[in-house]
Antibody, heavy 115, light 113 residues
């Protein structure tokens, strides 16, 4: 059974750094693109970035280039999304997803950034 | 980037009636190499991640009821629910999976009339 299990909710202050994770199982991690989708409160779905763990090919949405960093650790089948300096506007639910058309979603990680 | 635009933004349909949601892409998502339309549909219920309903514009994901169907080609697509059930109340999103970023439409909220 394919599973994407994300790390727990986070509460941070503006300017702090953060890394959230997505542990996968049930499939060959290096054979599928894995990415991150944001959903701000009461809003729609936005792509941030995607990575192909097989060759570390990475793509960022223009709106998020330089704002976040995506990475993957093949040895533990886990993807990450990192911020160096959070803003209040980063408050959102972040979903880990598999593929360009998304057949599997993580349960979501709620990130709250507030002073 | 390919921009996806859905219509309407919200929709109220009686139980048992047909619901239709439209999606338009700013450029064609039909691949000339394999003649496939790179268009997906998702359903999102409150407090849950979205669920894949349809991909390649008309291929139903395993386990999705056959009252859900997708159609269209090029830049214009439709999701049809043939006979609305109470459990279909949700927000529906289209998405192009032709290139990156594989953008979503803004969503259509479907309610019971």
């Amino acid at each position: 059974e394919v599973q994407l299990v994300q790390s727990g909710a986070e509460v941070k202050k503006p300017g702090e750094s953060l890394r959230i994770s997505c542990k996968t199982s049930g499939y060959t991690f290096t054979n599928y693109w894995i990415g991150w989708v944001r959903q701000m409160p009461g809003k729609g779905l936005e792509w941030l970035a995607i990575i192909y763990p097989g060759d570390s090919n990475i793509r960022y949405s223009p709106s998020f280039q330089g704002q976040v960093t995506i990475s993957a650790d093949k040895s533990i089948s886990t993807a990450y999304l990192q911020w160096n300096s959070l803003k209040a506007s980063d408050t959102a639910m972040y979903y880990c997803v598999r593929g360009y058309y998304i057949d599997y979603w993580g349960q979501g990680t709620l990130v709250t950034v507030s002073s | 980037d390919i921009v996806m635009t859905q219509s309407p933004d919200s929709l109220a349909v009686s139980l048992g009636e047909r619901a239709t949601i439209n999606c338009k892409s700013s450029q064609s998502v039909l691949s000339s190499s394999n003649n496939k339309n790179y268009l997906a549909w998702y359903q999102q219920k409150p407090g849950q991640p979205p669920k894949l309903l349809i991909y390649w514009a008309s291929t139903r994901q395993s386990g999705v009821p056959d009252r859900f169907s997708g159609s269209g080609s090029g830049t214009d697509f439709t999701l049809t629910i043939s006979s609305l059930q109470a459990e279909d109340v949700a927000v529906y999103y289209c998405q192009q999976h032709y290139n990156f970023p594989p953008n979503f439409g803004q969503g259509t909220k479907l309610e019971i009339k």
